[in-house]
């Protein structure tokens, strides 16, 4: 009977630290995460404020093919097979058009 016990208590010590490791660990990660996140953006507001840091470069040609598309009456479904990008470029270029 004793050993019951002994072995109940056990697992259910091993559950509480086990649980406690994985909080830990999570926190840790995203401390990290965090940080790594914060430190880019910095670099990259240094970047700008430096004139070194633009973006991603627009891809004019596919906009440009997109955006004529769009004016002869195309469907966004079709646009979208054609071009192979996302719905949310078509509408950003659809707004420009």
Avoid: W
Avoid at 10 to 19: K, P, Q, V
Avoid at 21 to 29: I, K, N, P, T
Avoid at 35 to 63: I, S
Wanted: proline share 1%; aromatic share 4%; with cysteine.
């Amino acid at each position: 009977m004793a050993t019951a016990k002994a072995d109940d208590f056990t697992a259910r010590m091993f559950d509480a630290i086990n649980g406690m490791m994985l909080d830990v660990l999570a926190a840790v990660a995203r401390k990290d995460y965090e940080d790594r996140r914060r430190r880019q953006a910095q670099g990259q507001a240094k970047a700008k404020v430096a004139g070194r840091y633009k973006g991603r470069p627009e891809n004019t040609v596919r906009n440009a093919g997109i955006i004529s598309m769009l004016k002869v009456g195309a469907s966004r479904s079709n646009i979208q097979a054609a071009t192979r990008c996302s719905r949310a470029t078509i509408a950003k270029l659809a707004k420009r058009a």
